[in-house]
């Protein structure tokens, strides 16, 4: 009913099986073959009344739309009592495996904790063979031990070999195969080639019949054409009696986990970053070297909703322990499996010469792939043998809708950082982290961390921040006012010598549907970057004003610093300091929270009188207050050249108070500013910070206090309420 001629597109246009026992004169329906579409192979089994001398059967189309119209085919009509020529062992009986088989060499014996098998272990040429009539599947399970790689098991039908690797098979294995052509009289021969003295394999439970639907979906045995599903799996097809997991998370830091999250992994070994292929994303690699099979294969997966599969992958090098491959089939090829492992289809191809450094990959799910039993292997056809075309992968993610698109703060390992769906509500989401470069205090201007995103799965990375100073215009990176002042998300070495808290609010350009992170060091150009390090990683929707900069946002609560409390807030446990008086003439306040890249000293000449706060090393340069109560303080500040502002969240998020620039404080200078309603809190951190680097510049007289009347109309320095001429 399907071929290249127009088939039946209506009901009533499909074919009726009949039979007669009164030489036409009536008709009773055996099958009904319906009009859309049909197209396989049949088998009827006759009722007690068609079993009998003198019947008939027709094949009739009620129906069709005339010449050339509806069309459809039969072939291969076979009435017979034994419609399969069924072989089926478990070489418990001997004289069923003598007049199935024909061998030579091997024996009917226990071997490997199987009772009965057809085992092959003598230094002498070794086969079997059988004729199969009609068609079926042919499926067997072997298991033979460790042999060299040109010691192979062949199983050979027409030209078409099926190659089984010894590094394959150390355990017992069930393989089941379609057979891609059926005829009258067809061979099958298990073959070694190849052996020692103390090369040995065996053959159990060989089945070659009548194929089962779907051939169990490659999770069950087929016996006569019914399905003995294995464990975990049930129905005609042996589909999951439960949902599997629906996602992978593996970077490969641990050899002792790797089977927890990988069905197989033959021919590969986790390795060091300083073994194998290097560093491949971050840390330990999973590194395929050795001889034989070549190949990673994932546990089934329900995949019906998952999105992508990615991965970092280096295919060959430039020394010993990581050569280039030198052919095609040496590349690498992600592939996936709805039935256990018997079919494979292609995902992509990763070509040899395309992957000789580092490269991140990302593929969208093919439809096909997405079924509640899926695998996925990462497959190199062929190689040199061990020590050569080695290959490495690292932090593979196969992820799927119904995951939370939340990222925990907990185990920052790879998914924190590379979750490509993150973005699912609004545009309002955060990054926190804590980073630590290098734990040195001295300033590097090369290899900063660089906080980058992606749009595009990787192809391409920008700044999660553009930096906006004064004199940036005011489109693009800074949008609207210079009240917007910001640091980009550049982290320098120097500047993150202890652990340091960083808090990102990700721009409405950044946020989309599917955005990806990465902390990013160009260590290949710096050869001395120092080493960095993430913790506590959290992407997510903020808590209420951060936390007040003084805690860990998760899930929506904060989890506060110590002498700081709340759930949707961190304040401090006690009242924050009023007032800040400092002449930098002897210790410092204990109310500066961090001065970064200055020093007491009189580098800028005399400020105010005696010592100032001079700034002129590399690096940040900043001087930032604790928290403050600010809610009847005006402020009087010193004379400076940088950029004043303050902060309710301990730095999270900066407003400008005033932009002073140097040409109009070449002299000393009294600067006053009035505090607007937005900076009187109860904790409000204040800074002085330049953002970008020139001149230096000093620092003298700060005071926070209450204020003066008309601010001493901008003669003189107000002192808790007085107001001071100078």
């Keep these: 009913i399907l071929s290249s001629c127009p088939a039946p597109d209506k009901p009533g246009e499909g074919v009726l099986l009949h039979y007669s026992s009164d030489n036409g004169i009536t008709w009773t329906l055996l099958q009904h073959y319906a009009y859309q579409g049909f197209h396989e192979i049949v088998s009827v089994e006759l009722p007690a009344g068609a079993r009998k001398f003198g019947v008939q059967f027709r094949w009739w189309q009620p129906y069709h739309s005339g010449r050339g119209h509806d069309v459809w085919a039969l072939d291969e009509i076979s009435m017979t009592s034994v419609l399969f020529n069924t072989i089926s062992l478990d070489f418990s009986n001997v004289l069923d495996v003598t007049q199935s088989l024909g061998f030579y060499l091997g024996h009917v014996q226990p071997y490997c904790q199987h009772d009965w098998t057809l085992r092959y272990n003598k230094s002498q040429p070794v086969y079997l063979q059988k004729i199969l009539l009609h068609r079926g599947i042919l499926k067997v399970k072997k298991r033979h031990s460790e042999l060299n790689s040109e010691k192979q098991i062949h199983f050979t039908y027409k030209e078409t070999p099926s190659v089984y690797h010894p590094s394959e098979f150390k355990d017992w294995r069930r393989i089941t195969l379609s057979l891609p052509q059926k005829t009258c009289a067809t061979r099958f021969r298990w073959i070694q080639n190849y052996y020692g003295e103390q090369d040995e394999w065996a053959l159990d439970d060989i089945y070659i019949g009548q194929q089962c639907p779907n051939m169990c979906h490659g999770h069950g045995w087929c016996d006569h054409g019914h399905c003995r599903c294995d464990d975990g799996f049930s129905g005609t097809d042996c589909q999951p009696s439960s949902p599997l997991s629906s996602s992978i998370l593996s970077d490969f830091e641990s050899q002792d986990a790797l089977l927890a999250t990988w069905q197989e992994v033959i021919g590969g070994e986790v390795v060091s970053p300083d073994m194998g292929c290097g560093v491949i994303s971050s840390g330990s690699s999973l590194y395929f070297s050795k001889a034989g099979l070549r190949q990673l294969v994932s546990w089934d997966l329900d995949t019906e909703w998952a999105e992508f599969v990615q991965f970092y992958l280096r295919v060959g090098g430039d020394w010993a322990e990581c050569n280039q491959a030198d052919s095609r089939e040496e590349g690498v090829l992600l592939q996936y499996s709805n039935d256990g492992g018997i079919s494979w289809g292609l995902i992509a191809e990763m070509y040899f010469t395309d992957f000789t450094k580092p490269r991140f990959v990302h593929y969208e799910l093919p439809l096909a792939s997405k079924t509640p039993s899926t695998r996925f292997r990462w497959w190199q056809p062929l190689h040199s043998g061990e020590g050569y075309d080695q290959w490495a992968i690292d932090d593979v993610i196969i992820l799927s809708e119904r995951e939370k698109h939340i990222i925990p703060m907990a185990n920052p390992t790879l998914p924190q950082v590379k979750n490509p769906n993150i973005f699912h509500k609004s545009f309002y989401y955060i990054i926190l982290t804590a980073l630590n470069i290098g734990c040195e205090s001295e300033f590097r201007s090369s290899a900063p961390v660089l906080l980058q995103y992606s749009h595009d799965a ?185 950029v004043v502002q303050f902060s309710t969240n301990n730095g999270v998020q900066w407003q400008v108070l005033r932009e002073l620039d140097f040409s109009s404080l070449l002299e000393p200078q009294v600067v006053t500013i009035e505090l607007p309603p937005p900076a009187k809190t109860p904790y409000t951190v204040f800074r002085w910070w330049q953002p970008q680097q020139a001149e230096g510049w000093a620092l003298d007289n700060v005071l926070l206090a209450p204020g003066c009347p008309w601010m001493c109309s901008g003669h003189g320095l107000c002192d808790n309420g007085r107001c001071v001429y100078v």
């Design 458 to 642: 990787g192809r391409t990375w920008a700044l999660v921040r553009e930096g906006c100073y004064p004199g940036t215009p005011g489109s693009g990176v800074c949008e609207g006012s210079s009240r917007e002042l910001r640091e980009s998300t550049v982290y320098y070495t120097g500047d993150y010598e202890q652990w340091t808290r960083v808090t990102v609010v990700i721009p409405r350009n950044v946020a989309a549907s599917k955005t990806r992170f990465r902390w990013f060091q160009e260590s290949s150009v710096y050869r001395d970057a120092p080493p960095f390090a993430l913790d506590g990683v959290y992407i997510s929707e903020p808590c209420p004003n951060h936390c007040g900069g003084h805690g860990d946002c998760i899930s929506g609560v904060c989890f506060c610093d110590m002498g700081y409390t709340g759930t949707d807030s961190c304040v401090p446990t006690v009242a924050s300091p009023t007032e800040l008086t400092e002449g930098f003439e002897g210790k410092l306040s204990p109310l500066w929270q961090s001065i970064s890249g200055g020093q007491v000293g009189g580098g800028c000449g005399i400020i105010g009188e005696g010592k100032a706060l001079y700034f002129s090393s590399s690096g940040r340069r900043e001087a930032r207050t604790v928290p403050l109560d600010t809610t009847n303080t005006r402020k009087s500040l010193g004379p400076t050249c940088v």
